[in-house]
């Protein structure tokens, strides 16, 4: 089982996002705003689709441990 950020630590690194966002803006979002491995890890697992708000992408992230 992969290791997943807590997902208020998730949404920190988001701050910002304009939604609906697709995968490489979220992950590079994350960057953007500091984002160490374990977030930028679950954020690359995830499947490259439109994420409509935040609360979908924590769902993801949990479901791609």
Do not use: C, F, W
Not at 6 to 35: F, S
Not at 49 to 62: E, F, L
């Amino acid at each position: 089982m992969a290791d997943i950020p807590n997902p208020i630590q998730l949404q920190k690194h988001l701050k910002g996002v304009d939604y609906p966002v697709g995968k490489a803006e979220l992950i590079q979002t994350a960057r953007d705003h500091g984002a160490d491995d374990l977030v930028i890890n679950a954020l690359e697992r995830l499947p490259d689709r439109q994420y409509d708000g935040p609360n979908a992408v924590s769902k993801a992230v949990a479901q791609e441990r």
